[in-house]
Every structure is written in C-alpha cells, then in structure tokens.
C-alpha cells in the first residue's frame, strides 16, 4: 500500500493506491485519499504510521489528530483523538504489537522532556471514541540514554518497533542508546539499553533501525552469504 502520494498522482497529494499481493493481480488499485487534514503534515518528520494485517493507522505526531485505513472498504474512519485526557503530549509515535495498538508520547517540551508514557490504544462502543490505558513509563536513566550524550535536538524522533512481545525505541536524531522493554501481563517491563552496534557521529547520517523474527533458515542463509553479525549490549 502507497499512502500520501502515488505513481501518477497529479493534483492529489493524499492519493493511495492497494496492491493485493494474495491475489496475484500485479494492478494497483485506487482507494479513497488520506483526509485533508494532513495536507500539511505528508512527511514522515510529522506523521507516525502503525499497521496490521487489518488495518492502518496515521497520527500527526503533534496534535495527536488520527485517522484509519480499512482495505476491506479502501475508506479512511473520520478524524479521531490520540490525546490520553490526563496527560499532555508535545509529540508521539504508534506501533503494533501483536493485534495490540500501543502509543508513546513525550511529556514536557522538545527542549525539556520529562519523560515518555505508554499507553495501549483501545476502540470502545463507539467507534470514533478511543480507550486508553497506561501500560508503562520509560525509566530516567533509559530516558537520558535515549537522547545521547550532550544531545541538543529536540526529542520529537522517536522510532517506535515492536516484535514478538519486545518493544524498542530509539532517537532517529541522535546515535543515543536503543531503549528495549518486554511486554508481561499487558504492561512494559525489564526496560534495559543498548548500544547500537557501530554507530558514530550523527545517527540520521548512517542509522535505520529496524527489528524482525529470525528463523533458522534466516540464519542459514546469513551464515551461507558471509553475513557479518554485530550483537548489541
């Protein structure tokens, strides 16, 4: 799926376009355009995106104003919310983990953080209305890691990846350390650091951070193509 702009898109800066890949059609199929409300917002710098296998959604990463993508229906849901009622965000990121919509926003200012929560993102009777319910706080220590050693960027680049049960977070901006936690019992625990593997200087430069299951057939062929290995601690 290509949302936010396509092949021949024209006038439309919102266009999407599906691609079926189970049908075994290779033709890309026209859906419904992104909301207008994210005209001004169609650059990965202001959005964060989550998807599934049923679904997608898209938050503008300030004001917390969310849509989502049936491709069932190929329709987007009106506007929603992804503003907790009892806590201010300046900036968030969404993921998945599972079937699970998680959310983590930034508390404090971009020149003052103070700390980020997570929340698990759940529907309720009404569709429009949202649910959501704390599921942790990122420690001081892994807060500070984060950001890097005498980092003066804001905190507004926060990469948001999740496999398995794990949950990772880490500083598009700056090469601070990788903020890992394991999800028990619906909540976020065991949150450690680490290092990324052979980074240095300025993290947008070099750095996509990016995580996977890894099968035995996935190790074989790295073993097979002289892949190098770098382990993170």
């Known amino acids: 799926m290509v949302a936010g702009g396509v092949c021949e898109f024209e006038d439309d800066r919102l266009a999407v376009e599906l691609l079926d890949v189970e049908s075994g059609e290779e033709a890309w199929e026209r859906c419904e355009s992104m909301p207008r409300y994210l005209s001004g917002s169609a650059s990965s710098t202001w959005l964060s995106v989550a998807a599934s296998a049923e679904t997608m959604y898209v938050t503008e990463k300030r004001s917390g104003v969310a849509c989502c993508f049936d ?11 992804f503003s907790p009622g009892d806590c201010r965000l300046y900036s968030r990121v969404i993921g998945f983990v599972g079937n699970r919509l ?13 700390g980020i929560e997570l929340w698990e993102v759940a529907s309720t009777e009404s569709p429009m209305k949202l649910k959501f319910e704390s599921i942790g706080s990122m420690p001081t220590a892994c807060l500070e890691k984060l950001r890097g050693i005498d980092s003066d960027w804001p905190l507004t680049s926060i990469v948001f990846n999740a496999v398995g049960d794990m949950v990772y ?4 901006a700056e090469t601070g350390e990788i903020v890992a936690a394991e999800m028990e019992g619906g909540k976020l625990c065991k949150w450690r650091t680490l290092r990324y593997a052979d980074a240095r200087g300025h993290a947008g430069e070099r750095l996509i951070v990016a995580c996977s299951n890894v099968s035995f057939s996935d190790l074989k062929r790295a073993f097979r193509d002289d892949l190098r290995f770098s382990v993170m601690v």
């Open 102 to 114: 998680l959310m983590a926003g930034v508390t404090g200012d971009e020149d003052n953080p103070t």
């Open 169 to 172: 977070m880490n500083n598009a």
């Open 71 to 81: 491709p069932e229906t190929k329709s987007w849901t009106e506007l929603l919310d």
